[in-house]
């Protein structure tokens, strides 16, 4: 057995949680439990061993391939699986792990680079130092301990501020907070097809609509009236058939995988860190803490085979970029982003340097404060919205900005916006596009029963009982289907082409519909 | 003093004068009194402490569906007195007696205090009735502090099975080491 030191470490310490000996589990407890074990229970064999190991760096990155590959899948502690990252990050802290140069990447977190909170020291008016690295780690609740849903490391926050940003994802994972993400990805978000393929699409609903116009204020097709409206109504169905039962997979994939990451965050604590020993006054972490615990909760879900495109695109999306991404902004328990002072906090985040987008909250002045911060902080030009921002030219530095790009600033109204923001899911086209299909779709609905009149016609009304008989008034009465879809031509010696439809007033009065051409003596 | 004395006479003449202003020696009534444990030379002082340890209620309720039931949370009251006297609690996280020493790690968590090197630990019964041993804490890289003491004959058997998530029967008084270090010469484990 390889590295068996460090299984009889784990044993002792299992065991001991087990006898009620050690009051934590041995990976909630893990840092005690190795104190106590190296200093005082390791036999001299293990501590050879162990002095062996430190010996050599290259030993040493053995020892952490074999603990993160081989190791912490085989131990398990009551079902659930130890996290690496947290033991490594526990171990570096006490001797001999302290001076090994392989572990100094777990020193000072979980070696997990999560989104940047900007956070304003006492006094601050915005410096590189107010953008704080943060980073997140679900681990598996100890149940022998009371505990909280987040725990703080590195500063100190009210329970409030913590539980919040993680019932906002339990929202987003199987909550309302869902159904918002749903809606605005179908929305406005990008689609699961190739370019090429989204492109078809695209055309194939401008003609829908160039359909539509034709048909509504083009000339009298005459002949050509059914195949144009045959031809539109087969695009349109098809083109509603593909969108829906591809936004219909996409949500049932998206719903499933939510809950089953939610079920895996229920049974885990996430450790949020952030240096530096701040005392948190006020919410406007809570966006990024969200965002962390998120990023958290989906490290500690193992992907599968079948986890759906959305999630795939979002989690790959936060653990590729969220180390380039900072964010301020309050959260509510449904994922609603809530405003917050901005202007120092953009200042901050330009002469970090590091950053590259900063997500704010959607509130008035958003706009006004990224153009303040860009005209006094560095003299970069930049604007609220990625899409809409201008060539940057880097010119006059106001302060001493450390950076050389204005970090581009988006705006959220919440969590779900926020998440397919950085996912990269937000698309304009695609949200015009929706908006050209549902006015086509909204059109072609209205316009059911003239269609239905156009391509399946009811039988031609048969003329009935009575009929007008005197000069005064031409009329006849009628029976039949849908009378409303046919106009009556009243063709005499004196009258040419008279076309008039159904009188309404005699089908209410229990008449049969009527159709009637009214007429006026003009000489006597 | 003259400059061809010898190194005999030199010693001699170091040594009266060391005697000289040397302190007098402690009597025997203080030799005995420096050893009696300090809640018996302080036991005003000793009275309100245990006093205010007795009404911090340990008691648990078991409304944190998260703790097993007949699982202990480690919970033991106690009185932090260093420039300020903080009533909080410690968690007991390994309780372990083995050949008569206890083996104890807790985590003292008080806002605003750091940690401290070392803390005289005073075992209390949960009676109040008296001290039951004194023994230092010494604090350690993972964030606890440790304590290696010989117990009392009487407890030895008493608490041979004591377990961290057992209801622990005792109660602590915490003092940084140097705080008392002039007061107490007791040593170590014992009263």
Redesign the interface.
Known sequence: VKYLWFWNFWHWSAE?AI??????GPMH?I??????WFH?EAQPDDIAAIAHLSAQPERQREFIAWLVRRWAPNALWKGERPSARFVLSQLA???PF?EWITLSAFRHGYGVRGLSAIVLADGSTGEAGDVRHTEAIAIA?D?????SGVVAEGF?APAAQLSTPRRAVESLLTGRGRLVLLTAWFLGGHRPFPRTMRITLGGAWLLVCALIVVLLVGPDPGAALTPLMSLLIVLWLLLVTIDGSVALVVAAQAWREGRRVRATLDRQEVRLSMPGGLRLIGGSAGLPFALNVLLAASRAAPSTTNDGWLWRRIVRALRTHAPQWAATGGIDEVGRVLPVVLEPKLRASTRQGAITHVLVPKQSGASRAAQERDTAGNGVQAVAHAQSAPPRSPTVSGFTATGGDQPEVHTCSHLAQAVLTIAGLSSRTQRIMTGVAGMASAVLLAATPDIRAILAPAPAPMIVAPFSSTAYALWVNLDGERQRDFWVVLESGFWSNRRVMMQRSNMRSGGPPRAEIPLRRTVR | MYRDASVETLLRWRSDRAELEAPPPPRAATLIASLRPWWEREPMQFQVWVTKLQRMPVALGYAMSAVERGRGDGRVPAILSAELEVETYVQMRYVSVRQGRLLVRFALDVDGVPPFHALDTTFIDEGGVSGLFVAIAAWSASGEYRIDAALPAGLASTWENLKATDHLPFRLILQPRDSRAATRSSPEGMP
């Open positions: 001991g006898s009620g000996t050690l009051l934590r407890g840092a005690g439990h190795w104190d106590e005082h802290q006490l001797p302290d609740r149940s022998a301990v009371a505990h100190t």
